[in-house]
């Protein structure tokens, strides 16, 4: 359907729940950090209407947007904690827990995900208690393709970047734009070092980085690799003290003679 209109036309019923296996190739869309760091924008459509939920996909795809779609509440609700999204676009007419109910839980647990609201034409009550619950723009069904790409634009631009700018691992989540970091709700005080020593980690999530990779990428310091070594691991000593030091489960490992690993470990 590409850029034409987009006829968002009303709930149609018994429509036939067809998944999209995210297309091949796309679909290890869990490490979204690439190590490059030429992060795309990450998009979440939660929409239940199986037509629009796939213009959605294929506009924005078009767009060069990473694109996750949920069918329903919960799986948008699932994915909005397990992963990180620059934005959401948020059908308010869900089967099950409406889109209301998933804005206000976000933003109770403190997600400051830029979230876009789409609502009916006439729920003028549902637009005004989407900008109440935290949603930071609304469309009203049906929209012109454009205008949503337009506005998804404004709202990216509005002190957002196209980059990653939080990172969220197990009960640890790291917010680039305010420097804080956290671990189980508690606020962990990391040096700058510190602090950029676990954004990269946190980069290449369940990848091993070695002391080489962190003398150049975040020391800077390509040419003195082996004399940084010492440096480095009193580093991560104090990072993992702070780190995981207080708490059950360990994040950063070491690999033996290798290098290092942040990785939740599944039991
Ligand atoms: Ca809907």
């Known amino acids: 359907m590409g850029k034409g209109q987009l006829q968002a036309c009303r709930r149609a019923h018994s429509e036939s729940f067809v998944r999209e296996s995210s297309v091949a190739g796309r679909a290890s869309g869990e490490h979204h950090p690439n190590p490059e760091g030429a992060t795309k924008v990450r998009i979440l459509v939660v929409e239940d209407e199986a037509k629009v939920a796939k213009a959605l996909r294929e506009g924005l795809e078009a767009e060069h947007y990473e694109v996750r779609v949920a069918r329903t509440g919960e799986e948008g609700f699932y994915l909005l904690n397990a992963e990180t999204f620059d934005l959401v676009v948020l059908d308010l007419m869900l089967?099950?827990?409406?889109?209301?109910?998933?804005?206000?839980?976000?933003r109770k647990r403190g997600l400051s995900t830029l979230v876009l609201i789409l609502t009916a034409k006439d729920a003028v009550e549902d637009r005004v208690l989407g900008l109440d619950s935290g949603a930071d723009d609304y469309l009203v069904k049906p929209f012109a393709f454009p205008e949503l790409l337009a506005r998804?634009?404004?709202?990216?631009?509005g002190g957002r970047s196209d980059q990653v700018l939080r990172f969220k691992l197990a009960d640890l989540e790291m917010d680039l734009v305010t420097r804080k970091v956290e671990r189980g709700g508690q606020l962990l005080q990391l040096t700058p070092r510190e602090f950029d020593l676990l954004e990269y980690l946190l980069r290449h999530e369940g990848h091993i980085v070695s002391r080489e990779m962190l003398a150049r990428d975040v020391w800077k310091e390509a040419e003195r690799a082996t004399?940084?070594?010492?440096?480095?691991?009193?580093?991560i000593a104090r990072l993992r003290r702070k780190l995981d030091g207080p708490f059950e489960t360990k994040l950063l490992k070491t690999v033996r003679g290798v290098g290092f690993v942040l990785r939740e470990e599944k039991p």
């Open 95 to 106: 089967p099950g827990h409406d889109g209301l109910e998933i804005l206000r839980t976000v």
């Open 152 to 157: 998804i634009r404004v709202l990216l631009r």
């Open 227 to 235: 004399p940084l070594d010492n440096v480095i691991d009193v580093h």
